[in-house]
């Protein structure tokens, strides 16, 4: 019988890693999954998992080299992928050093021991379109120009390079996508999309009374998080090592998104949202959209979550949490 693929997944606890994480299991892979001490109360991502037989636990983090070594040295998987950094912009500019660390610096000691250790696998780094963040571009290609407005978005842009470059010199099978927001039902609560779905399910339940949000009139290009995993793995099946944006090409402002998650369960938004200023970002990036051609040309790419699926996918996850916490 021919051998499973043997997979690692940095960040296995998280939204992304954990949808990879049950994708490459439906696909029969044997999946690792790196797990830092700081997660290891929080597996409910991957709480089913858990128990099956092709899933194994590894515990070490990204800013510790050794952890990482022994574990490629021990496992030299055909594939990895690394969806564990710090990709929450607001914070990345209250603890500037940490985020760039974790976003950049681990990724090149990823990239030192995959050159050292394990030259054969395959591996698979997510970018962000906050890398584009003060584009002049209408939409954004793989060829705009890079102008970050934020520490994660630096570090980001550092991790590009870098991958770029053990690819040119070393010749590492290093794969990559430019990811737009991606969201779901099991994004955390910090980030603006979870955070009104919750809101707008205690809404409706009578549990809160006001929705508070900072700048909604700022447009985002906003996909499903599953779609984006879909491509991340099929752009790993590529016999050539390449870069793609991966996005939905649409962008809607805050607002919208809230006007229609209220929609969703018979309200009307401008009765329970005020705005606090205090929640806007330090810099503010300009509406991004995502150009897509390159990825549908090369392997068919489509999006196949509106925006008006991912709404009702996460109200009714959101709706069924409150109510059976009645």
Known sequence: MKNKKKVLIFGVTGQDGSFMAKLLHEKKYSVHGLVRRSSTGNLSNIKQLLSKKNFHIHHGDLLDYISIERIVKKLKPDEIY????????RWSFEMPLYSFDVTARAVINILEIIKNFSPRSKFFQPFSSNM?????????NELARFSPLSIYALGKVNAFYACQMYRDIYGLKL????FYNHESEIRPEEYVTRKITKAVARIYYGKQKKLYLGDVKTKIDWGYAKDYIKAAHRIMQLSKPDV???ASGKNYSV???AKKCFQYVGLNYKKHLRINNKLSRPSKTVSLTGDTNKARRTFNFKIKTNLDKLISIMMNNDLKIELNKK
Do not use: L, M, P, T
């Open 82 to 89: 690394n969806f564990a950094d710090q990709d929450h912009v």
């Open 132 to 140: 584009f963040g003060n584009s002049s571009k209408k939409k954004q």
């Open 244 to 246: 793609f944006i991966i």
């Open 175 to 178: 794969y990559g996508a430019i």
């Open 255 to 257: 607002e919208y998104f």
